[in-house]
């Protein structure tokens, strides 16, 4: 080594790798790991780009369909609308149903088979409806 002459890192690197059996080998790899590590910065930034970009299309929808976030209601308040439409839409379906039924009579009077699956039915419709309600 020559006295003003000063080795840098990757010169001693060099010289250390290009006389050892496996540095081709182990210069491969490295090449190979640093391509992968490219790829997986460049997918995960597309992935984050795009879940942004949903992310503030879904907030810009939010601020055009209620601004000032004023149109929000209880749960109370919602469940009960949502029973009272249910017990409307369960008299509207009787009267519409009395004319392939018959009329509609108390339980006590009909028979058994199709009053149990009035009533089956709506037991479904109104917990469908409040499942799909608190969802």
């Known amino acids: 080594m020559l006295l ?3 080795r840098t890192p990757a010169q001693i690197i060099g010289e250390l790798l290009s006389g050892h059996p496996e ?5 491969a790899e490295a090449s ?3 391509a992968l590590v490219r790829s997986s910065a460049a997918c995960a930034s597309q992935a984050f780009d795009a879940a942004q970009a949903a992310r503030l299309g879904y907030e ?3 601020h055009r ?3 000032r976030r004023v ?4 749960f109370a308040v919602g469940l009960l609308t949502l029973i009272l439409v249910g017990a409307g839409l369960t008299l ?3 009267i519409e149903l009395s004319v392939v039924l018959g009329p509609v009579r108390s339980c006590s009077g009909c028979y058994w088979p ?8 709506t037991s479904c419709s109104a917990l469908w409806s409040a499942c799909s309600f608190s969802a």
């Open 4 to 6: 003003g002459h000063m």
């Open 23 to 27: 540095a081709v080998s182990l210069q």
């Open 32 to 34: 190979h790991c640093r």
């Open 60 to 62: 810009e929808l939010r």
């Open 65 to 67: 369909l209620d601004p």
């Open 71 to 74: 149109r929000t209601i209880g």
């Open 92 to 94: 509207l379906d009787a």
């Open 114 to 121: 199709r009053c149990a699956a009035s009533v089956i039915r």
